[in-house]
């Protein structure tokens, strides 16, 4: 058959083997069967350590037979599980061996023939799901592969689920480098049958057009795409196969780099209303009346986002800085400069919480022109806005009026914004503040509120520090500022574990220290991960209510799965359950901290109870505050000291370091305690230990990347899906995604569709799934 890498596999191998490689893998055509690359590569003689093992794991090992038995049960016996009704008549017992010595047990059920077809000292791959009997480890019907021989044929009574009977496993050829690929399984895929059909894609597709130029691939000294994908699945030697990864790799990076390219393009074409500074405006007054100076950090991004203001096309900057290094005045700033130009702002913040702060904080650093609409204020004063989701019908009203209106002014808010029915009607930037915490759709909503209208500038602002190849992939479209440095008059922050399970002494000494803090006119914070013993979501404070609330909540859920914030579940299902605000407030209210006073924050509590208990510990009222993540961001309380995190395994990295953050914000130094039960040398234990070990929050995010291996990069896919990048590592290859971010700005350059190179444009499209592709397009 004349075959592409679009032919659909049901023609190649019919319709049931593509079925199943469809539902469980997620290929639909040759070229994505050959883009499932091995995930390691075997080599003859050198065989699998069987010590390293996990049972209840699939694993795929390369061993040797040392022994083979073959069983005649009395009177039959019960079938295996899932083998029909039929009972077991024959067992072959095959045992492996490594290098070591090590030896695995095999079995077969009612298949005859392995012991002519695997004499002892023959070389293999066995996979299976790995289990233990007796105390040794076995895999039952494993899938097989003979490294070296020919002659695989199916033993007599196989079902197709252990050897396999399909037309299209045939026996595996002898691979000629010595190095056997070991391909990633899933369930009701044996690696023989990959084997097989990875064999017969290379067969039909012996020699792909090349998508990239030729000068391209010559000046990046690469291989062809055809000799990549034969050595990558087929290595003539390591040579080879470190040439095959070296070209999919930079396919992969160049790929993700011209959708970015194209959209940067696309939106430099894009019209703005240029909203240059305005002497003797807002911003000037805002300046002059500061009562302190801004740092060199906050001038140096100040001018680089004054700029983008004043051009034709609209801003799209991401904006990250340290806990505390003073983005919100850069932000003001901002809004200021857009506000003289005679157009709204809007910032756009993830829980009421934050947005309330938000408010306060503006108005505060305001004054007086921040006083829009009240008596006393000066006629060149503008108003800052609230706009949640809890807020009265007629506190609503008066802000939806507010935005519709189109006066120059400052709208603050939640989800809530992004509700059907509220039009932006002058809109000329948003802000989107701690923006790990929205969906793309989300953000997206806000950005193209206005209908018909040139868009607005955008400024993505992040407390969470992105490493430079994430900035360059997931973010790749957007201008990076960083600010440098913190504002003068932070404490540093000195954090340490507290190992509850092994020293519970130290756990005593920590409320003996809060009491200390306390005693000085202190206060402090105490976070856990849950709100109560009943609730199934930790965190629910979207600023929304009622269906749309719980549609936002689960968008942002589903977009912030493999977010840097989240920590993976990886410590077992054997844990008790987390501790919750309302457990540890009655355990410490009648216990360690009886007397205090003691308050209780989470993202359920009506608005205006969350408010009433910010503003009175904000002023001092609250000693000891127990609450959820809900002051992770945006909460500025000087005198708060000292923070205690209970169970702080089950958080992310960057969530911890969002959240000491909290303290240290006046003239005394900040304590942070990770209490924690996690053993030594576990996952939790060391996410617990780097970030004790660091305050740099850059560290902390490449020490997440390393620890997290990385995942996807795009972040998008769910688990079973078919992921567009497999080849790319952020930390890795930096400088390969570096090359293909300047070799994607040279070919959209003067061809920003790539109409001039139609197979490289197809070819983009294929290689980026159609997921990835808007998830870039929306930013």
């Known amino acids: 058959m004349n075959a592409t890498l679009q032919t659909p596999l049901r023609e190649a191998v019919g319709g049931r083997t593509a079925a199943r490689l469809t539902e469980s893998l997620g290929v639909v055509t040759l070229g994505q069967m050959l883009a499932h690359y091995p995930r390691r590569y075997d080599q003859r003689g050198q065989l699998t350590d069987i010590a390293g093992l996990v049972v209840g794991e699939r694993a795929t090992v390369l061993a040797r037979v040392v022994d083979i038995q073959e069983i005649q049960p009395r009177g039959g016996g019960a079938p295996p599980r899932g083998r029909g009704r039929g009972g077991v008549s024959h067992i072959t017992r095959i045992t492996v061996a490594d290098g070591k010595g090590r030896r695995l047990t095999c079995t077969f059920f009612n298949q005859r023939g392995w012991k002519h077809r695997l004499p002892v000292g023959t070389e293999a791959m066995f996979s299976g799901k790995v289990s233990e009997f007796r105390g040794e480890r076995q895999i039952s019907t494993p899938s097989v592969a003979v490294i070296g021989r020919s002659d695989e044929a199916t033993p007599d009574g196989a079902d197709g689920r252990g050897a396999g009977s399909d037309a299209v496993t045939e026996a595996i050829e002898e691979f000629a480098g010595g190095l056997a690929p070991v391909y990633p399984l899933a369930e009701g895929v044996t690696q023989q049958l990959l084997q097989k059909v990875v064999k017969l894609a290379l067969d039909l597709v012996p020699d792909p057009p090349d998508p990239l130029p030729e000068l391209l691939v010559a000046g990046r000294e690469l291989v062809d795409l055809g000799t990549a994908l034969r050595d990558i699945h087929r290595p003539r030697s390591k040579d080879a196969l470190t040439a095959a990864q070296e070209r999919l790799r930079y396919d992969e990076a160049l790929a993700i780099q011209l959708v970015l390219a194209q959209r940067r393009a696309r939106a430099r074409h ?167 915490r929205f969906g793309v759709e989300q953000r997206d909503a806000l950005r193209g509120r206005q209908v018909g209208a040139a868009p607005p500038h955008v400024l993505v602002m992040t407390a969470t520090p992105i490493p430079r190849t994430v900035a360059m992939t997931v973010y790749g479209d957007l201008d990076t500022s960083t600010l440098e440095g913190l504002p003068r008059g932070r404490s540093p922050i000195k954090t340490t574990v507290v190992p509850a399970a092994e020293k519970p002494a130290w756990l005593e000494r920590a409320w003996d220290r809060v009491r200390e803090e306390v005693g000085k ?259």
């Open 521 to 779: 006119g202190h206060q402090i914070y105490v976070v856990c991960p849950k709100i109560g013993d009943d609730e199934t979501d930790p965190e629910e404070d979207g600023g929304g209510s009622g269906r749309s609330a719980g549609k936002a909540r689960r968008a942002r859920r589903k977009d912030a799965d493999d977010e840097w914030g989240s920590a993976p579940d990886d410590d077992g299902d054997e844990r008790r359950p987390p501790l919750s605000v309302v457990q540890v407030a009655e355990h410490l209210g009648s216990g360690p901290l009886a007397g205090l006073r003691l308050e209780i924050l989470h993202g359920r509590l009506p608005a205006v109870d969350k408010e009433r208990t910010m503003l009175r510990f904000a002023a001092g009222e609250i000693d000891v505050l127990v609450s959820t993540t809900v002051i992770e961001v945006g909460v500025d309380v000087p005198n708060a000291t000292m923070m205690v995190i209970m169970d702080a395994e089950r958080f992310g990295l960057s969530q911890l370091h969002q959240l000491r953050g909290r303290v240290g914000r006046g003239t005394a130094e900040g304590v942070c305690l990770l209490v924690s039960e996690a053993p030594p040398g576990s996952a939790g234990r060391e996410r617990l230990d780097a970030i004790a070990a660091t305050t740099d929050g850059f560290r902390l995010a490449e020490i997440d990347l390393e620890m997290r291996r990385e995942g996807n990069v795009l972040g998008t896919h769910q688990a079973g899906a078919a992921t567009s990048l497999k080849m790319l590592r952020l930390l890795r290859d930096r400088s390969v995604i570096e090359q293909a971010r300047i070799d994607a700005q040279d070919l959209v350059a003067d061809d920003p569709e790539l109409t001039r190179r139609p197979a490289l444009a197809e070819w983009v499209a294929t290689t980026i799934a159609a997921a990835d592709q808007e998830y870039l397009e929306k930013g």
């Open 270 to 436: 894009d019209p703005a209303e240029p909203c240059p500074p305005i002497e003797g405006g807002l911003l000037s007054a805002f300046d002059a009346a500061l009562p302190f100076a801004l740092t060199d950090g906050q001038q140096q991004v100040g001018e680089q986002i004054a700029r983008d203001l004043s051009t034709l096309h609209p801003m799209n900057r991401l904006l990250q800085g340290e806990v505390g290094s003073g983005k919100t005045v850069v932000a003001l700033r901002a809004m200021l400069q857009v506000l003289d130009a005679g157009r709204q702002a809007v910032l756009l913040a993830p829980t009421e919480v934050l947005a309330g702060q938000h408010v306060r904080s503006l108005r505060a650093m305001l004054g007086p022109l921040g006083r829009g609409g009240e008596l006393g204020a000066p006629p060149e004063a503008i108003a800052v806005t609230l706009l949640t989701g809890s807020l009265s019908t007629r506190a609503r009203r008066e802000a939806l009026s507010a935005l519709m209106v189109g006066q120059p002014g400052i709208v603050v808010g939640t989800h809530a914004l992004l509700s059907e029915g509220v039009v932006v009607s002058n809109l000329g930037l948003v802000v989107v503040d701690e923006q790990h």
